[in-house]
């Protein structure tokens, strides 16, 4: 689009549904894609409703790339978040989100959401009475025009194509062929409504995978590959949302989307939010809850999360809730070594932000915890026992071995029930087959 040509999105969108990961998406589609670069003195602004309706995604797209689909589109984007509506500039790779500005800190705007690419060269978001929220911090560098190369780069380039600033420099929850990751850039989840967030980081010494409440180092030498077993080619890296698992996607030209060809975890249990908290994985890659049942009207949404003393410490306040046969997949919080279990559950206690620990025997070796998440069910002979720190008088009236025995026996008999109901219809199957083939040599006869 050139500046001559420049849309004024003011007209009421047309909607289309369409489902992305199971997720229902409502895109606003403009009157057209255009190739040609944005220069400087460019302007576009796009409508935002009067009354917020949940959902709500409204886009403009300004440039795409000249492949053959899906390509690589920028567009200015507003959406329904939190009761408000968000500005956003963001990439788009077919239907996924790759890149987009508002990914750490959203720009809520009303009324009008704004792009502009100034006449001193810095890309701009506005809303209402100019005010800014996010720019490119370009100005006075020669910038010429806005560009988006085939690998998704968005870039802002000067008279001789050398490139002031790119999009591949901030990086988000995905990674395109051609972006490099150092020590200081990372992967992060969005966190949406949530406190908790993943990020893949790369170390000095390791690449990790954090949960918070082809890889290259920062000499640009490669020091992990990851082979696909697939034809396809690799799109792009992307770390999830939901579960933080890290996966590698290429595009099924049958199914029209995006699947994942390799993912760096492939058992439920090992991710950090496998299951919900205070719910226990089992080896059937099933949820149980922790449940301490001890109230008539407990909350059943919040799997006995309730129960758990948060913010409370001191022995006369708070108890332990142990847990034989229990582990947890986050292994790199706090941690005391040389510790025995009494000494390991009586920090806890006196830690007024701890809420769980986890004990290893063997190591003797004392993890500490504020959330209690990424829980699950080992072999008894690994030694590990995770406790909860429960308010005082929980355990009273049942005693702590048959409370520890329920919550074991109610993981049990949850992959009892499973098994069970396998192995009962496979029974039947082989009863039903049998019956029919005795029929047919009774008719055949």
């Not at 690994?382 to 993981?411: C, D, E, F, P």
């Amino acid at each position: 689009m050139t500046p001559k040509n420049k849309p004024n999105f003011q007209k009421q969108p047309s909607f289309v549904p369409n489902y992305l990961f199971g997720f229902v998406v409502f895109v606003m589609f403009s009157n057209g894609f255009c190739n040609s670069d944005i220069q400087k003195g460019y302007k576009l602004t796009l409508a935002v409703p009067a009354e917020y309706s949940l959902g709500f995604i409204g886009r403009a797209f300004l440039i795409e790339t000249d492949q053959i689909a899906p390509n690589f589109r920028a567009a200015v984007s507003v959406e329904a978040v939190n009761g408000k509506f968000s500005c956003s500039l963001e990439v788009l790779l077919g239907d996924v989100k790759v890149w987009n500005s508002g990914h750490y800190s959203r720009f809520y705007v009303s009324e009008k959401c704004v792009l502009e690419l100034t006449k001193d060269g810095d890309l701009r978001l506005k809303g209402p009475n100019d005010r800014v929220g996010w720019l490119s911090g370009t100005s006075r560098q020669g910038v010429e025009r806005l560009q988006i190369l085939r690998t998704g780069n968005l870039v802002l380039v000067d008279v001789v194509n050398r490139v002031k600033w790119q999009s591949f420099n901030f990086p988000t929850d995905v990674m395109l062929w051609g972006q490099r990751l150092n020590v200081a850039t990372r992967l992060t989840s969005f966190p949406g409504n949530s406190t908790e967030f993943y990020s893949f980081e790369i170390q000095r010494y390791r690449i990790a995978l954090f949960l918070h409440s082809g890889l290259f180092n920062d000499k640009g030498k490669k020091i992990a590959h990851i082979y696909s077993q697939r034809l396809q080619p690799l799109r792009f890296l992307s770390l999830g949302n939901r579960t933080g698992n890290l996966a590698l996607y290429h595009y099924s030209a049958n199914d029209r989307n995006f699947q994942a060809s390799f993912q760096a975890i492939n058992k439920t249990c090992d991710l950090p939010l496998g299951c919900k908290p205070c719910e226990i994985c089992t080896f059937t890659n099933s949820c149980s809850c922790i449940g301490l049942l001890t109230k008539k009207e407990k909350d059943k949404s919040d799997c006995g999360c309730g129960e758990i003393a948060v913010g409370f410490c001191g022995r006369n306040r708070v108890e332990m809730l142990e847990l034989e046969g229990v582990g947890s997949v986050l292994r790199d919080g706090p941690k005391m070594v040389n510790v025995s279990k009494e000494e390991c559950a009586s920090m806890c206690t006196s830690d007024c932000k701890c809420v769980g620990v986890l004990y290893s025997s063997a190591e003797l070796e004392c993890f500490f915890y504020g959330v209690v998440m990424g829980v699950k069910q080992v072999e008894k002979r690994s030694g590990l026992i995770y406790m909860v720190k429960v308010a005082k008088g929980t355990q009273r009236g049942r005693g702590k071995r048959n409370l520890k025995k329920w919550v074991l026996i109610l993981v049990g008999v949850v992959d009892g029930l499973i098994i069970v109901l396998v192995f009962g219809g496979l029974a039947y199957y082989l009863i039903r087959r049998r019956r029919k083939k005795s029929l047919a040599c009774d008719n055949s006869s």
